[in-house]
Structure formats: structure tokens, C-alpha cells
């Protein structure tokens, strides 16, 4: 069994120290309370300013608590925040498959569609922004229930409805698949949510790791697929890639 | 490829033939501040960072110049900068379109005899972002400049013309010349001639020697010789109409909108010089070949600004996008309407004097119906403006096409389609200044052949079709209206200083 981290020990420090007293606190006050060298200081404070812990006052240049702690068991990202930042990614993502894209986040037991891009034929679509997928049965679902273990909890406890004839109903197919999904990176599904229709998805994250929402590409399943009913590379690739770069973009704006 | 001179950054893009991005690069530069009111940039800062974009989106790309079929410039229009000719450096910063130092200048001109005139032969209101006045301040202020400019010792160029007179090689021959659409915006250029017109640069006190030689917008200017040479720059465009070109709106009707810190619509009308009775400017679209195509213009000054100051000066919300979130938490506005009149109204209304104001008020207002009331506010200064540009056409267009980072709103863009009561559409290459700079580009040297194999290129990504019932939409609209006629009110009623 590993140690503890003494960078972690003393990251909790200084979110104690600022959660008492006046609250605000410059850089070298903080240092010497807690008997830390100020590099050392500076780079904890910089980091917990980066996952949104702690803010600093433009004016005064002093640190104090972020409001992320106030709300840490909510929302990690705001919806909307996610889609601006996205929306390059997911034009060039239906750019270059040539089919629809979708991004997802977790919303009230279900996959909730945060942005839409249309198949770029110039069909008639319909702008899906706002409507709710089912977890167990779209790839983008499968990818929150993957990452998130409360999530798939939830699923397992729940009858998993069936929606076409080839929609996992069984937790523990169900169970299996999202172990692939961790180990691969990402998820696939074939006519399991519609006839005909298949979907390939892979997470978005923060910095960290958590997985905040998912993005993918639907369409007809003999596009998405090759003849082995399996999900195409190229497209698998494509996914993945623009799944990262909205990843890497919220990584740079933090 | 596309070098996009804007307000904030200069961006170097590779697009390939199916107009899908290859390669951006990208670099910002000061903006200088030296007293209030005073927006300055420095020129040569700018073509230092065209020195180091260009070959960084080349290596992006993985290509070489020979493989760059063309090159045009589109940039952030009105700003100038003038230069001494033999040694190629500015004699000041550049003066920025958001420069307000002409105020005073602008109120004496609006007094002079002709000023009538001036607004015939060039379509545009006195005001002080367009470059003339600003020209005319740095000739009477800048020690020497008059003497240097009827010399022929300086020259005068929009930022087109400084990065073509720099690429085709600055002191060394290089060429200068700058395109309709930037001429149309500087108060100097006659619209039905496109020449600089003797009695304007007479109004406004400008020499003739210092102006570039007026080209159309898509043609072969010359190559590079600088930087990576041997490119063609064979097209340059202001960016809105350039945005209006990216966009395809081709058709005498067509209307395209771009959404970022403010809001501006332009609107095809083909081939007709159409003076606006509503408020609008006239301004050229862009030419392609000889003959002109016409525009009319409808600026919105705040859109995504006032979003930027419910976040940094309310601090309602962290991020701009939040506004979304927040507004949603309410089904309406209350009966709270925001009219950001920050620095007064444009189209339609041209009132230098309103001030913003915020009405309905009510102990039931809260922070969620100011967000839908910040996000309404560009909805129907939209609506304003669309409705101008119908009346001035005689005819309703038919659709809205959308671009600018604003556009990633979902409920805004669905408001603007439910109170113009037409769909909203947006394309799915989001870089429409940068593509209609290289779709000109691209068409004068043979790389698309006709402006149909470019609409062919023109992708979906996203529609809003109109939903608000008639009765509502027309009975907000007057209450809107209602709210911006109490900023006139307000406007008389403040004390002149």
C-alpha cells in the first residue's frame, strides 16, 4: 500500500486555511502559515485554481475558496459552456464522417442531447438539441454509464427497456460491454436503440480525468459499420480524435 | 488559403477544395489605449505576425507555397494606417474603427455645407468609426503629415492594402491597392463610380496622392515576394463581406448575420444601388468580374457585449455561455426588456445620444428574466434591422443564415427565428470571413469554377425554425419597441455637455 501524497496533504491545508478566518489570503501569507517554500505554495494554488478550487482577486492579486467547492456534488460544467466550447469540434467531426453528431451529457437517468450537428447532405433534419436518449441503448450513453459507477448502479437496479430486437436487456451483457468501453475508449452500438441506425461515441473529460459528457456520430448502420457488423476504424479514429481535441480545449480555456 | 486581419488577431487559414480547414494559425496584437476613447494598433506588429502565421499554417498543413493555389486578405474594416513610402514605416499607430477621438470633428463636418451630399455619393451617415474623419484628424494633428501627404511622400491604405504593399514587397515595388468593399467604408469612395470621388476627398480635406488604386474584390493582384513568396493574392474583401460571400448569399435577398461582440447583418441586392429610406447603410457586397454587387447594411453595436458585461460588470454569471443556462431557469422575460444603447443606437435608428436602460422592472424580476432580456435584446434589435432591409427591398426574405461564436446559443438562435418568424440556419463551416476570402480567392484563379460549385459547398449544420405564436411575438415586439422609444425620451431629456 502506497504512502500518502504529501502534495495532496498539503492541498487540503491550504483549502483549510482559506475556509477560515477572512477567507483571503496572499501567496506569501499562505506559504508561511503552513511552512511551505513559495514555489511550492505558488504551484498548489495554481493548480487548485485550475480545477476552479480556489480564485484569485484580479485586483488584490489574494487567493480564496472557488465557488466549484460550493457545488461540488452538482454540475462539474454547464451545458451551454460545453457546446461553445465543442462547436468547432463537432462541425469538423460531421465534416469529415460525412454522418450527424451528437453531444451528450447525463440528465435525470438519461442521455441528455447538448448539441447537434446535422449529416452534412443538406436533407431535412430536425435540430435535436434538448431530447433525451435512452443510457443502455446509444453509444454516447453507454459512454456516461461507463464512466460514471453511481450511474451504472443506478442502470443495473433498473429494467432496462427494450427497443429493438437487439437492445442489451440483460445487466450483465450490459456490465460486459461497458468494461469494453473502458478498456477500448470508446463505444459502439448497432440497431440496438433504432433499426437500421448505428452509433459510435467516445468520452469528453476535464482536467483529471472525469468524464463529463460524450460525443458521436449516428447514422445508417451499413455507413458506421463494416460487414462484420463491427463499427468502422476510420470512423472509430475520428471520433476519438475529436472527443480529445474538445477534451484538450478544455484543458487550454481552464 | 485566407489571412483574416481582424479587430483582435490575425489568422492564417488553409482550406481545401471540398472548403473543409486544413490549417489555422493564429496570433494576437496590442491594442493600444493612450487616452480615453482612443483605440490605436500598431501596423507593424500586425505584419510581423502575417511573417510568422503564414509559413506555421504551411508546415500545419504540410504543404508548400506552390501548393497554395491563392491567397486573399480579408480584414477588420475602417481601420488605416498611413506609412511613408520610401522607408515603409507608419508615421503613427493605426487609428481602430472603435476609435471615438473624431466626436468633436464629426459634430463641426455634420455642419458643413454638403454634408448632404456626402451621404448620396457614398452611402454612409457621418460618423466616427468610418476612416475619413479619423484620416482627416491624424493629417491636421500629425506634425508634417498634410505636407508629406500632398507631396506624395505617404501613402494611405485599410489593412488590406498594408499587407499587400508589404507581400508584393513594400519599398521595393510592392503594389498598392486595396478592394471595393474596404474603399466603400472609408467616406471617400463614390458608390456608383467605386473611384474615389474629388468632392469627398475635398469634404474631408484628404490629398489624392496618398489613396490606393481601387480593384475589384476578386481579382489577380499580384504575387507575394515576401514571407512565403510567390503566392497570387488574388482577392481581398472587408470581413463582413466577406462573410457575406462565405455564406453564398448570392441571391439578390439573401441576408447573412454574424454574431460575435456585435451583431451585423448584410443583405444582397444584386445589382440595384439601393439607398435606404430605413435607416440602413448602403455599402458594395463585394465584385466579382466588372459589375458591382450592393449590400445593405444593419449593424447591432451590442450583442455579445452586453453578455460580456452581465458577466464582468454584473457578475451574474462565470462564463458567457452560462447567460443560456440561466435564462432557462425562467419560461419568459417577466416583462423585463434591455435595450443596450451603451453608445448609442445604430440601424436602424442612428441616435449617438440614447443610453441604455433596463424597464418592467417589477419584485418578481429576477436574474434569470435580465438573462433572457440580455439574450432578447439582439433578437429584436435583429428583428429591427431585418424589417428595414425588407422594407428597402420591397420584398421578405426568406431566411436567416447565421454565423459567429454566438450562434453556439441555442435559445437565442431559436428566438431570432421565432420574432423574424422565418428559419434561422447555420452552415457547417463556422469560419465564414476566412472561406469567403478564399472562395474569392479560389474563384479568380480558377480553383472553383462558378459561384454554384461553391453554394454546392455550402453544409448544413444546424436549423431553428420559427414556433412563437403571432399574437405573442407581435405584442413583444411592440413592447420592445415601447422600451426603445423611452431611451429617445431619456436621450432629450440628458443635459448636452
Same mark, same amino acid.
Given at each position: ?43 498548489? *494554488? ?14 488584490? =492579486? ?10 461540488? =456534488?452538482?454540475?462539474? *460544467? ?19 464522417? =460525412? ?28 435540430? =435535436? ?48 460491454? *461497458? ?76 | ?233 488574388? #482577392? ?158 420591397? #420584398? ?102
Amino acid at each position: 500500500m502506497p504512502g500518502p501524497i504529501q502534495s495532496i496533504e498539503r492541498a487540503a491545508a491550504v483549502l483549510r486555511l482559506l475556509a477560515r478566518g477572512s477567507g483571503h489570503h496572499g501567496l506569501t501569507e499562505i506559504a508561511d502559515s503552513l511552512g511551505l517554500a513559495r514555489g511550492t505554495a505558488h504551484g498548489i *494554488l495554481r493548480t487548485l485554481q485550475r480545477v476552479e478550487f480556489v480564485e484569485q482577486d484580479q485586483a488584490t =492579486g489574494r487567493y480564496r475558496l472557488g465557488a466549484a467547492l460550493l457545488h461540488l =456534488g452538482t454540475s462539474y *460544467l454547464d451545458a451551454n459552456e460545453l457546446r461553445s466550447r465543442s462547436i468547432n469540434w463537432a462541425d469538423t467531426l460531421a465534416a469529415r464522417s =460525412g454522418q450527424e453528431v451528437r453531444i451528450g451529457m447525463h440528465h435525470d437517468a438519461a442521455v441528455l442531447v447538448v448539441h447537434h450537428v446535422f449529416r452534412p447532405d443538406d436533407s431535412v433534419q430536425t435540430l =435535436g438539441i434538448g431530447a433525451m436518449l435512452p443510457l443502455h441503448a446509444t453509444a454516447l450513453g453507454k459512454v456516461l454509464l461507463a464512466y460514471d459507477p453511481d450511474l451504472a448502479a443506478a442502470a443495473r437496479r433498473r429494467e432496462l427497456t427494450s427497443l429493438t430486437r437487439r437492445t442489451i436487456t440483460r445487466t450483465q451483457a450490459l456490465e460486459r460491454v *461497458l468494461t469494453e468501453v473502458r478498456s477500448q475508449g470508446w463505444a459502439g452500438e448497432a440497431e440496438e436503440y433504432m433499426p437500421g441506425e448505428a452509433s459510435i461515441a467516445a468520452p469528453i473529460r476535464i482536467p483529471g480525468g472525469l468524464v463529463v459528457g460524450a460525443i458521436g456520430i449516428s447514422g445508417a448502420v451499413d455507413r458506421l459499420c463494416d460487414s462484420t457488423g463491427r463499427p468502422r476504424a476510420t470512423l472509430v479514429r475520428q471520433v476519438v480524435q475529436a472527443a480529445e481535441a474538445v477534451t484538450t480545449s478544455l484543458v487550454d480555456e481552464n | 488559403m485566407a489571412i483574416d486581419q481582424g479587430t483582435t488577431s490575425t489568422r492564417c487559414i488553409v482550406f481545401d477544395q471540398n472548403a473543409r480547414l486544413v490549417a489555422v494559425a493564429q496570433r494576437e496584437h496590442r491594442q493600444y489605449h493612450p487616452r480615453p476613447g482612443w483605440v490605436e494598433q500598431d501596423a507593424v506588429e500586425i505584419w510581423r505576425n502575417v511573417d510568422r502565421i503564414m509559413p506555421q499554417a504551411l508546415r500545419q498543413a504540410g504543404i508548400t507555397a506552390e501548393q497554395v493555389v491563392a491567397l486573399g486578405i480579408t480584414n477588420q474594416r475602417e481601420t488605416f494606417v498611413v506609412w511613408d513610402r520610401h522607408t515603409g514605416v507608419p508615421v503613427a499607430r493605426a487609428i481602430v474603427w472603435e476609435d471615438i477621438r473624431t466626436e468633436e470633428l464629426v459634430a463641426e463636418l455634420e455642419k458643413k455645407p454638403g454634408i448632404e451630399e456626402v451621404r448620396e455619393r457614398c452611402g454612409l451617415p457621418l460618423a466616427n468609426y468610418f476612416s475619413a474623419p479619423s484620416l482627416r484628424w491624424q493629417l491636421d494633428n500629425v506634425a508634417g503629415l498634410r505636407e508629406k501627404a500632398e507631396r506624395g511622400d505617404v501613402l494611405f491604405g485599410t489593412m488590406d492594402t498594408w499587407l499587400i504593399w508589404n507581400l508584393t514587397g513594400g519599398v521595393n515595388g510592392g503594389l498598392h491597392v486595396t478592394d471595393v468593399t474596404n474603399a466603400s467604408r472609408t467616406m471617400l469612395m463614390n458608390l456608383g463610380t467605386r473611384q474615389w470621388d474629388p468632392m469627398l476627398l475635398d469634404f474631408f480635406g484628404v490629398p489624392a496622392s496618398m489613396l490606393p488604386e481601387i480593384r475589384p474584390s476578386s481579382e489577380i493582384h499580384g504575387r507575394t515576394t515576401r514571407v512565403v513568396p510567390g503566392i497570387s493574392i488574388t #482577392a481581398a474583401l472587408g470581413d463582413q463581406h466577406a462573410a457575406l460571400f462565405g455564406q453564398t448569399c448570392f441571391e439578390k435577398g439573401s441576408i447573412k448575420g454574424t454574431y460575435g461582440t456585435g451583431g451585423f447583418l448584410l443583405m444582397n441586392t444584386g445589382n440595384e444601388l439601393v439607398r435606404s429610406k430605413h435607416g440602413l447603410l448602403t455599402t458594395i457586397g463585394y465584385q466579382i468580374g466588372a459589375e458591382p454587387t450592393y449590400a445593405l447594411e444593419g449593424s447591432i453595436a451590442v450583442a455579445g457585449s452586453l453578455v460580456q458585461w452581465f458577466r464582468d460588470n454584473l457578475g451574474l454569471i462565470h462564463s458567457a455561455p452560462e447567460i443560456e443556462t440561466l435564462a432557462r431557469t425562467v419560461k419568459d422575460n417577466g416583462g423585463c426588456y434591455i435595450v443596450p444603447a451603451f453608445s448609442g443606437l445604430f440601424a436602424p435608428h442612428w441616435l449617438a445620444q440614447a443610453r441604455g436602460l433596463v424597464v418592467g422592472l417589477t419584485s418578481y424580476i429576477n436574474k434569470g428574466h435580465l438573462a433572457r432580456a440580455v439574450l432578447e435584446a439582439t433578437g429584436w434589435q435583429t428583428r429591427e434591422v431585418v424589417d428595414a432591409m425588407n422594407a428597402d427591398l420591397g #420584398a421578405p426574405t426568406p431566411v436567416l443564415k447565421v454565423d459567429g461564436g454566438m450562434t453556439a446559443d441555442h435559445l437565442l438562435m431559436q428566438f431570432i427565428a421565432d420574432v423574424l418568424d422565418i428559419p434561422v440556419v447555420r452552415p457547417l463551416v463556422a469560419e465564414t470571413v476566412s472561406l469567403g476570402a478564399a472562395y474569392a480567392a479560389g474563384l479568380a484563379s480558377g480553383y472553383w469554377p462558378d459561384l454554384e460549385g461553391l453554394r454546392r459547398n455550402w453544409h448544413l449544420a444546424a436549423r431553428w425554425n420559427p414556433a412563437m405564436d403571432a399574437h405573442h411575438r407581435e405584442n413583444e415586439y411592440a413592447n420592445w419597441k415601447r422600451a426603445v422609444e423611452l431611451t429617445f425620451a431619456w436621450a432629450r431629456s440628458t443635459p448636452s455637455t
